[in-house]
C-alpha cells in the first residue's frame, strides 16, 4: 500500500460521516482501509467519484497483487501481500495448497485421491482447516488423457484446479473442459510463452511463469506478459529441493519478495509459488520423501510462498501442512482468546460438572471439542489468562484462583444454586492452586487430568 | 439543440456512465483515430520477449552483528570438551544472502534427564534402555545421533518428583562430563525456588567447561545464577516468557548489575510447539532478532529454542484424533518426528540458532535442511526443466 496513514486516506474520502459503510465517521472508516479490515467499495459515496476511487483504489493497493482462481464457495486468493514480517501488519491470504494428480491414473484411484484432497480436513480452534487446490499433471502421454483427466476430476471435485504441463496443446485440452472454473495454468516458460500467453488471453485465466532458477528471465516473462496485457501472475522461479540449490531457492524466493514490498519494484510484484513436490524428483522411498517434501513445504510456508505444489496426501505432511500454514497467516493482531465467562457443554443439570480452563482460543476449543465429542454436559469456564494456555499461564500467574473467582463472578455463577455438589474441577496443569482455590472460593476442588481428551475416562472414574 | 461531438468525447462520455460496448451503432463519415504508441510497441514486440535483467538490494538497516558465543572448552581452554560450538556473530536473517554466515547457524542439544520421565512414545523408543542412566543416555545421543550437544535437565531435584539434593545432582553432572566430551546444556528443573541453588553446585563441580546454564529468569534469583556462572566460567541462559521487553530488561539487568559479559548470553524467549502458540513464538523471536540486527544492543543475542516441547501438541503423540469429523490423522510416528523438525523450522527461520531437541529423526532432519540453506551440503545438481513429467512417483 502506498499509503499507510488514516490521515493519509482520509484526504481521499468524502468527509460527510454518512456511516454508511458501517463505520460512525470517514475516519474510521480510513483507518479500517489502512489495516485493511474494509474495502473502498463500502463507501458508496466514493463510488459515484469515480476518479477518485480509482486513484484511492490504486493507492491502496496491496504491493503483491491479488489474484483470484477457481469459483464459488471454493475460490482462493493468492497473493495480496504489504509486508516482509507478519508482525508488521499481517500475511494476507494464506498459501493455496494445491495437491497433485496425473493423468495416468486408474479411474478408481484418481477419484478415491480427489476425494482424499477435497475432503480432508481437521478441527482447529474452532473451524476446519482444509485444503485448496488439485493440480492435475500431464506425464505426457497425450492431450485427449489430459483433457479426460480434468473432466474427471472437475466432475468429482469443487476445488479449484491447475493444469500441469509445459506442452500449450495440453493446457488447451485442459481448458476446454475446465475453463468456466477459473483454472491456474502451470506454467509459461521461455520456449512457451507465445502459445501459452494466447491461451491466458484467450480463456481469462491466472498463469504460474516458470524459470528455473533465473530471475532474469523470469522477470522478462512477467515484463512481457504484463505489456500483452495479462496481470493475473504467479511466479514460479523454480524450487530445487537439496543442496546448493535450494539454498539459491530459497534465496529467490526472499529476492522476489523484498523486490515487490520494500522496492516496490512493480513488474516483479507478483504472487510467488514454491513447488515443494520436486522432492520427488531425487527419490521416492515414501517416508523419508514426504519429510523432505514436508520440510519444504515448512520453509516456503514461511518465507513467501503464496501458492504451493505438493505430492503427499500422508497425514503426517498434511497436518503439518495446514497447521505451518496456520501458524503464518493468523492476525497477530486479534489476540487468540475467547471472552472469559461461563459456557454451558451439552444440557447441564445441577449435578453436572463444572470444569476451568484458560481463555486461550486453542486451548478453550480443544477441551470444547473434548466435551462435546465425548457428550459430556457441563459448565466449561474460560478465565481470562490473557489469551495465554494454562500452563504458562499458572507460571506467569494469569491463571490464579482469583482470576478464577473473578470468572464466576462475573458471570452470575452461584455454585450453590447452580450445582448440587458445590465442586469445581481444575486442569491437571494448575493443580498447585488447589489448596488456593479451596481457601477463596469456598468449594470442593477436583483436578482433572493433563489432557482435555482424558476427561471422558477421568470422568468414569472420578465424577458419578 | 444539438452539439457535436467528437469520438473521444463519445469514449468518454461512455465511459462516465459505465458502458464498455455499443450495439447496433454506425458511424457515418471519416474517424480519425489516434493510437496510442505502446500499443505499436506491442504488436512488433508480440512475438519476442522484452528482455530485463532482475536485481534487488540488500538490507542496510542491519548494522550490528548478533554476538558470538561460545559454549564447551577444550583442553586449550582450561576444559575437557573434544570441541567447542560457537553460535551467533550473523549480521542478517538467518540464512539470508545479505552477509556471510560465520558459524553453524543450527546446532541441536539433544535432552537427557537424569531420571526416567514419561515421554511420547516415539521418543520413548529411543531412550528406553538407557533412561536409568543419564550418563548412557548422553553417551547414546551423542554416539549414536550425533548430537552437537546435550542438554542435561535435573528434574530430580523438582520438590513434586525425588527432590534431590543440589550435591546429588551434581554428581550427575560430574559423571555425564566424564560420558560424553560435547559441550553441555545444565538445566535445572524449573522449580524457581530451589533452581538457584542446584545451578550453582552444577556449575561448581563443572568449572572451567564453559556449559550453558539454564536458566536466570525474573522469577528466580538470577543473581545467583548470574554469580555463579561467572565464577566458574559459564555461559547463562536468559529466560523470559514471550515477552520481548521483558527479555530486554533481563538482558540488561544481567549485563549491568550481574556482570555478565555479552559474549556469555544466550536468551530463551520461550517458544511454542506448532499449532500451540508458535505464531506469537515466531514473531516474538522474529522481533528480537531484528531488533538485535537494527543495533538493540541488549537483544543482539544468540537465541536457543526448547523445540522438543512440540512433543507437547497432541497432534505429535496421539494415537490419533480424539474427534471423529477429522481426517485420519496417520501414523504417529511420522506425524510426531515432522512436528518437531516443523516447529524447529520455524524458530531457526525466526532467528533461533541452538535447539534442545528429543527425537534423533526430526533433529537429523532439522539439521540437514538448515546446513542446506546455510551452503554447506553441496548435493548433486537437480534438473527442473520438464520436471512436470519426469517425477518418479
Ligand atoms: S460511507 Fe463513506 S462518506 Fe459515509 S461515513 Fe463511510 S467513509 Fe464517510
Known amino acids: 500500500m502506498k499509503l499507510n496513514s488514516p490521515l493519509q486516506v482520509y484526504k481521499y474520502l468524502p468527509k460527510i460521516n454518512c456511516g454508511k459503510c458501517g463505520e460512525k465517521t470517514c475516519m474510521a472508516f480510513a483507518s479500517r482501509l489502512v489495516d485493511r479490515s474494509k474495502k473502498i467499495e463500502d463507501c458508496q459515496i466514493l463510488l459515484q467519484d469515480k476518479e477518485k476511487f480509482l486513484q484511492l483504489a490504486e493507492l491502496l493497493a496491496p504491493e503483491i497483487r491479488e489474484i483470484t482462481a477457481g469459483v464459488g464457495d471454493r475460490k482462493v486468493r493468492i497473493g495480496g501481500d504489504d509486508v516482509l514480517h507478519r508482525h508488521q501488519l499481517t500475511f494476507f491470504n494464506p498459501t493455496v495448497l494445491a495437491y497433485d494428480v496425473w493423468d495416468t491414473m486408474e479411474e478408481v484411484a484418481l477419484i478415491e485421491r480427489v476425494k482424499k484432497i477435497s475432503e480432508f480436513k481437521k478441527f482447529y480452534v474452532g473451524h476446519y482447516l482444509k485444503l485448496d487446490m488439485i493440480a492435475v499433471r500431464s506425464t505426457g502421454e497425450s492431450a485427449a488423457k489430459f483433457k479426460s483427466c480434468v473432466e474427471k476430476v472437475t466432475e468429482v471435485s469443487t476445488l479449484p484446479v491447475m493444469l500441469c504441463s509445459f506442452d500449450p496443446t495440453v493446457l488447451k485440452a485442459g481448458l476446454e473442459v475446465c475453463a468456466d472454473k ?83 519494484q512493480k513488474e516483479i510484484a507478483y504472487p510467488i509459488m514454491a513447488a515443494p513436490i520436486t522432492a520427488w524428483m531425487i527419490d521416492n522411498d515414501p517416508t523419508p520423501t514426504s519429510y523432505l517434501e514436508a520440510a519444504l ?19 503426517h505432511a498434511l497436518l503439518s501442512e495446514v497447521y505451518m500454514r496456520e501458524t503464518m497467516y493468523t492476525d497477530p493482531r486479534t489476540p487468540l482468546k475467547v471472552d472469559s ?41 474460560s478465565v481470562n489468562t490473557d489469551g495465554i494456555g494454562v500452563e504458562a499461564a499458572v507460571a506467569g500467574r494469569q491463571f490464579t484462583a482469583a482470576k478464577i473467582k473473578e470468572t464466576f463472578d462475573e458471570a452470575g455463577f452461584d455454585f450453590k444454586e447452580k450445582t448440587s455438589h458445590n465442586t469445581i474441577i481444575l486442569p491437571g496443569l494448575a493443580a498447585r492452586l488447589q489448596g488456593d482455590l479451596e481457601d477463596v472460593m469456598g468449594i470442593k476442588v477436583l483436578i482433572g487430568p493433563v489432557d482435555s481428551n482424558q476427561i471422558p475416562g477421568w470422568m468414569d472414574k472420578n465424577w458419578l | 439543440m444539438s452539439k457535436e461531438l467528437t469520438l473521444a468525447e463519445v469514449i468518454e462520455l461512455l465511459n462516465n456512465v459505465e458502458v464498455e460496448a455499443l450495439e447496433g451503432v454506425t ?49 586449550a581452554n582450561g576444559g575437557s570438551r573434544g570441541h567447542a560450538v560457537t553460535v551467533g556473530g550473523e549480521k542478517a536473517l538467518p540464512y539470508y544472502f545479505d552477509s556471510e554466515m560465520k558459524n553453524p547457524t543450527c546446532v541441536v542439544a539433544i535432552d537427557v534427564f537424569d531420571m526416567p520421565i514419561q515421554l511420547a512414545k516415539s521418543v520413548r523408543t529411543s531412550y528406553e534402555d538407557v533412561m536409568e542412566s ?42 555425564v562430563l566424564q560420558a560424553v566430551d560435547v559441550p553441555i546444556i545444565i538445566s535445572g528443573s524449573g522449580t524457581h525456588k530451589k533452581d538457584p541453588e542446584v545451578l550453582e553446585k552444577a556449575a561448581e563441580v563443572s568449572e572451567g567447561e564453559r556449559c550453558l546454564i539454564a536458566s536466570a529468569n525474573p522469577d528466580n534469583d538470577y543473581e545467583r545464577v548470574a ?80 523445540s522438543s516441547n512440540a512433543w507437547n501438541a497432541r497432534e505429535a503423540w496421539m494415537i490419533s484424533s480424539p474427534l471423529k469429523e477429522d481426517s485420519n490423522w496417520g501414523e504417529r510416528e511420522h506425524r510426531g518426528l515432522i512436528w518437531e523438525a516443523a516447529t524447529g523450522f520455524a524458530l531457526a527461520l525466526a532467528g533461533c540458532e541452538l535447539f534442545m531437541m528429543m527425537h534423533p529423526g526430526s533433529a537429523q532432519l532439522l539439521k540437514k535442511i538448515t546446513r542446506m540453506l546455510g551452503g554447506s551440503i553441496n548435493e548433486e545438481k537437480t534438473d527442473l526443466s520438464n520436471w512436470i513429467t519426469k517425477l518418479i512417483i
Open chain 1, 297 to 315: 513445504a515448512s520453509i516456503f510456508m514461511i518465507k513467501y510462498a503464496d501458492i504451493m505444489l505438493l505430492h503427499s496426501i500422508e497425514p
Open chain 1, 182 to 264: 477459473k483454472p491456474v495454468l502451470y506454467a509459461a516458460t521461455k520456449d512457451n510463452w507465445e502459445q501459452v500467453s494466447k491461451l491466458a488471453l484467450e480463456y481469462h485465466v491466472p498463469v504460474v511463469l516458470f524459470s528455473e532458477g533465473d530471475l532474469d528471465s523470469l522477470k522478462t516473462l512477467a515484463v512481457s506478459f504484463n505489456r500483452l496485457g495479462i496481470n493475473d501472475i504467479i511466479l514460479d522461479p523454480g524450487t530445487y529441493p537439496e543442496g546448493a540449490q535450494l539454498k539459491s531457492t530459497f534465496e529467490n524466493f526472499i529476492k522476489l519478495r523484498r523486490a515487490g514490498i520494500k522496492e516496490s
Open chain 2, 227 to 306: 554469580a555463579a556462572a561467572n565464577k566458574y566460567g559459564h555461559v547463562l541462559l536468559s529466560w523470559t516468557q514471550l515477552e520481548i521487553n521483558a527479555q530486554k530488561e533481563l538482558n540488561r539487568k544481567l549485563i549491568k548489575h550481574c556482570g555478565v559479559s555479552r559474549d556469555r548470553i544466550v536468551m530463551d524467549p520461550t517458544t511454542a510447539a506448532l499449532g500451540y502458540g508458535l505464531d506469537y513464538a515466531y514473531s516474538n523471536v522474529e522481533r528480537i532478532r531484528l531488533a538485535g540486527l537494527t543495533g538493540d544492543k541488549e537483544l543482539n543475542f544468540p537465541t536457543l529454542s526448547v
Open chain 2, 134 to 175: 543419564p550418563s548412557d543416555w548422553a553417551k547414546k545421543v551423542v554416539s549414536e545421533y550425533h548430537a552437537d550437544m546435550i542438554a542435561l535437565h535435573l528434574i530430580s531435584t523438582d520438590p513434586k518428583r525425588k527432590d534431590a539434593s543440589a550435591s546429588e545432582a551434581s554428581k550427575t553432572v560430574e559423571d
Open chain 1, 341 to 381: 465467562g461461563v459456557y454451558k457443554i451439552g444440557n447441564p443439570t445441577k449435578d453436572s460438572p463444572v470444569i476451568t480452563t484458560s481463555n486461550f482460543a486453542l486451548t478453550y476449543y480443544t477441551v470444547e471439542s473434548d466435551l462435546s465429542s465425548g457428550r459430556i454436559d457441563c459448565y466449561l469456564a
Open chain 2, 27 to 75: 458511424f457515418e463519415g471519416d474517424i480519425e483515430i489516434e493510437i496510442d504508441e505502446s500499443v505499436m510497441n506491442f504488436r512488433e514486440e508480440a512475438n519476442k520477449l522484452i528482455e530485463s535483467r532482475f536485481a534487488v538490494g540488500t538490507v542496510n538497516e542491519w548494522t550490528t552483528a548478533i554476538e558470538e558465543v561460545t559454549i564447551g572448552a577444550t583442553p
